[in-house]
DNA sequence: GCTTTAAGCTATTCAGATTAGCCAAGGAGA
DNA sequence: TCTCCTTGGCTAATCTGAATAGCTTAAAGC
């Protein structure tokens, strides 16, 4: 029986993808490792279970949507931020829609505070798009939040097809992109 | 053997008892049994297993949101009926974690369309809500679009306890219900 | 009281998570 | 190259929970 050279990186990466085609909650040991060509129980020697392996997940996607907002921001501003910090986030959900549904169900599993660390980034991202916006220091608080709730919110209905007339999503988000642009010039000092 | 006197409707309650309790993912037809003195197997005379328990208490969720968000908003308008839909939400999730989750976790099996039905009152009162400040009628799916993204963004986020400072999430949540009432009024026509 | 329906039970099967313990692959050093 | 030791994969087994089958009797209608 020839080695199959996993580890918890690319066990954790193969989980993700599998999440992304079935489900989070379809997710077995089991799928993970017939997709690896190998039996359930080895995965056990690079995971401690399918709790830690959820919260890999959930840190892989909270990285990955971190690095992908850092670069979509380089080099914008204002309303341009806005809108590929938001595109970013959608995007994101809707090709991953598995390991992103990870980062808020994996959250009472995150004792160490690993995932909090990687949302952070995120988190940095969104607070760099306000900043522009030059808003009164006691309102960054509740935009930051805000910004998260929409685009968390919008990812999510539109992933869990939630949105009927799923034909001119597109037409609304853009809506909402200026809207929330509109809004925030308004706020601003 | 007296019996337990059970019916769809009252297993369906305790188990969404249950669900706002432990969680959605923690319930299981065991504990369900458990918690109605009777054995897990004798659950099946009444709904017709686990993803129908929880298709039903997504239901459930749904009627019952509904019928909160028509009651709150009697004789309310513009301003008024936002802040009063906005409230109506956010305590709802806070108060019916479980059975609230229920309703995006369940989409997936609503083949009948019960779940759809029930989620169009919700959406009926939001859409009252938005009729008060006099859009342009196009622009109304999006406004609708943008409140249900804010309203369960923020919801799930503070139910998942996604925000770092729980301290004034109150302030936040004004903040937010202000920064729509400003736009929306800004684009009335 | 008699019949019929339906609710609850026990026994059983099945799937999936997890653990224990065996055995060989493959790298490190003589 | 040969040997040792760590490590990864396997089989076997346990355990929990979903779901089905079939038995038995409560209680509703007559």
């Given at each position: 029986m020839p080695r199959a050279g996993l580890d918890p990186a690319s066990v954790t990466e193969a989980a993700a993808a599998l999440a992304d085609e079935i489900g989070i909650s379809q997710l077995s040991m089991s799928v993970v490792a017939e997709r690896l060509g190998v039996?359930?129980?080895?995965?056990y020697k690079h995971v401690d279970g399918l709790a830690d392996l959820s919260h890999r997940i959930a840190v892989l996607a909270a990285t990955e949507l971190g690095d992908e907002l850092r670069d979509a921001m380089q080099g914008r501003a204002g309303r341009d931020a806005l809108a590929a910090a938001a595109q970013t986030v959608r995007d994101y959900v809707k090709q991953h829609p598995g390991r992103y549904a990870a980062t808020f169900v994996a959250r009472p599993a995150d004792a160490e505070g690993t995932l909090t660390l990687a949302l952070d980034r995120t988190l940095a991202s969104f607070a760099a798009v306000l900043r522009?916006?030059?808003?009164?220091p006691s309102d960054e608080i509740h935009a930051l939040r805000m910004l998260r709730s929409v685009l968390h919110g919008f990812g999510t209905l539109e992933a869990s097809d939630?949105?009927?007339?799923?034909?001119?999503v597109e037409a609304s988000f853009a809506w909402v992109v200026e809207f929330l642009d509109r809004g925030l010039r308004a706020s601003s000092l």
């Open positions: 039996k359930a129980p080895s995965l522009g916006y030059g808003l009164e939630g949105f009927q007339m799923a034909a001119d």
